[in-house]
């Protein structure tokens, strides 16, 4: 679900929001996504992008995902920087994309959600 933070937490919501997203570069990517990036031959036409992420209930911030894509072969790459975690997921998770930037948000969202890292 998003949602831009507003003043008080939603105290009987539960679910994640999140910030208008942000246009990043590789150098402010975690660094398993910048690798992974570097890696294709077309990485310099790829979109990135970083988005804060929060707890509906509490409004404490998650973490952010970062997200790197490609509208023209549908294809994106992100990665969860979790609050509290080293280094909550192994490696980069690939996916398809298709739509705007924020249809690609919300298909991360939607990845991370069916792991369990947010509600």
Request: hydrophobic content about 40%.
């Amino acid at each position: 679900m998003t949602k831009t933070p507003i003043g008080q937490p939603w105290a009987d919501e539960t679910g994640t929001y999140w910030a208008s997203p942000s246009e990043a570069t590789l150098a402010e990517v975690h660094p398993l996504l910048m690798a992974v990036l570097l890696m294709l031959p077309d990485h310099p036409d790829w979109s990135l992008c970083s988005v804060d992420v929060y707890d509906m209930g509490s409004g404490a911030p998650l973490g952010s995902f970062d997200i790197g894509f490609d509208p023209r072969s549908g294809r994106a790459c992100g990665y969860f920087n979790a609050v509290g975690y080293e280094q909550l997921m192994s490696r980069p998770l690939w996916f398809d994309c298709s739509g705007a930037e924020s249809d690609v948000i919300e298909g991360f969202y939607l990845l991370m959600r069916n792991a369990g890292h947010v509600q």
